[in-house]
């Protein structure tokens, strides 16, 4: 049973920083892709950040040149670096893991798994 808990959330003034983490346990799949997402009430989940399991990453406009992600593989854990936080960036922030494994040049996606979410509160 695959678990992935976040931490890091909590109130911050505009242009203030937090560091947000994910860490998953439970999966025997050693090849994983992580991500970021976040949401609003009433608004869709939207993707902020992924990370490759090499540590390649790429970032949606919203974070880019604010926002870095990395992660640290024998922690099992991602991280978000955010900077020069705005009140626009106030949401629930979610860690997605998605598991696969590689036959050849093969790529099997075997599961995913969500966290339950950190809340990010940024005070104008």
């Known amino acids: 049973h695959v678990q992935v808990v976040e931490s890091g959330g909590g109130l911050v003034q505009s242009g203030g920083s937090l560091r947000l983490s994910c860490v998953f346990s439970?999966?025997?799949?050693?090849?994983?892709?992580m991500d970021w997402y976040r949401q609003v009430p009433g608004k869709e989940r939207e993707l902020v950040a992924h990370?490759?399991?090499?540590?390649?990453?790429n970032y949606e406009d919203v974070a880019a040149g604010r926002f870095t992600m990395s992660r640290d593989n024998t922690k099992n854990t991602a991280y978000l670096q955010m900077n020069n936080l705005k009140p626009e960036d106030t949401a629930v922030y979610s860690c997605?893991?998605?598991?696969?494994?590689?036959?050849?040049?093969?790529?099997?996606?075997?599961?995913?798994?969500w966290g339950q979410g950190t809340q990010v509160t940024v005070r104008a």
């Open positions: 439970g999966s025997t799949c050693s090849d994983n892709a």
């Open positions: 990370i490759s399991i090499s540590g390649a990453t």
């Open positions: 997605h893991v998605d598991f696969y494994t590689t036959y050849g040049d093969r790529v099997v996606w075997i599961q995913d798994a």
